[in-house]
């Protein structure tokens, strides 16, 4: 489930839905790795054990935002580089489904689990189908496809 939340923060934020985006684990560096379509790393995201949160970094190496465990609110919280609130991210048990939200509480998008199709779907704030995230069994990753 860590590792499905990391896909869509990274999603959201880095606005890459104009193109495919490919996520594969690292276990040589222990980290999860973002490609564009071209196969160019264009992020990549670790767990740091001592703030027990979720950083995500560019290609260069540069810390762009992190993620931690709200137990408080039971929500995932999204802060950039320096600390400031972005969004969150929480799970809709009612709607079954997990919504992103930005830094004033409004929706952004969400994602539906697919089991027809066996992937989640991904949506916007508005409803719009806008892609959808797929476990491509031969090469072990998760594969982001933009509609």
Known sequence: MKTFI??????????????????????????TEFYDSRGMLIGYAKYNSYFERTEFY???????????????????????????QKGYIKENEYLNRQETY???GNLKGYQKWNDYLNRYDVYDSKGNHIGYNKYNEYFKRWEFTAL
Request: proline residues 0%; hydrophobic residues 25%.
């Open 6 to 31: 990391l896909i869509w923060l990274f999603f959201l934020t880095a606005n890459c839905y104009s193109q495919d985006v490919t996520q594969r684990y690292n276990d040589y560096l222990d980290r």
């Open 102 to 104: 930005d830094s004033n």
């Open 58 to 84: 560019d290609a260069q190496g540069n810390l762009v935002k992190y993620e931690k465990k709200n137990e408080y609110f039971n929500r995932t919280d999204i802060k950039d580089r320096t600390g400031n």
